[in-house]
């Protein structure tokens, strides 16, 4: 599978961002799916993960009650709606696909990043 994130950009803290990612590839819906971020000088951290349904969804504490992942089978896309940024949140933010749903943390396919960047 491949994958296209998109809808980063620049927003002021207590702002508000969607991210998509969009998956090539007709089998979707049997890809368990997550969106990790990256900020300068750091490690890649989770975010958020949703099962193949949609049906569970998992979160890192630091996004917990702010951010929420979906996904659209019918339109191959998955997506973070991200509420009240903080500048800690500026990162860039890759999606990730994985068929096993193992573990939220191990993925096997991962899209190219786009930047959010939170100003205060």
């Known amino acids: 599978v491949q994958l296209q994130a998109s809808g980063g950009g620049l927003v002021q803290a207590g702002g508000s961002l969607r991210l998509s990612c969009a998956a090539s590839?007709?089998?979707?819906?049997?890809?368990?799916m997550g969106w990790f971020r990256q900020a300068p000088g750091k490690e890649r951290e989770f975010v958020a993960a949703?099962?193949?349904?949609?049906?569970?969804?998992y979160y890192a504490d630091s996004v917990k009650g702010r951010f929420t992942i979906s996904r659209d089978n019918a339109k191959d896309t998955i997506y973070l709606q991200m509420n009240s940024l903080k500048p800690e949140d500026t990162a860039v933010y890759y999606c990730a696909a994985q068929r096993r749903g193992s573990s939220y943390y191990d993925y096997d396919y991962w899209g190219q990043g786009t930047l959010v960047t939170v100003s205060s």
């Open positions: 590839g007709r089998t979707f819906s049997s890809y368990f």
């Open positions: 949703i099962n193949w349904s949609g049906g569970s969804t």
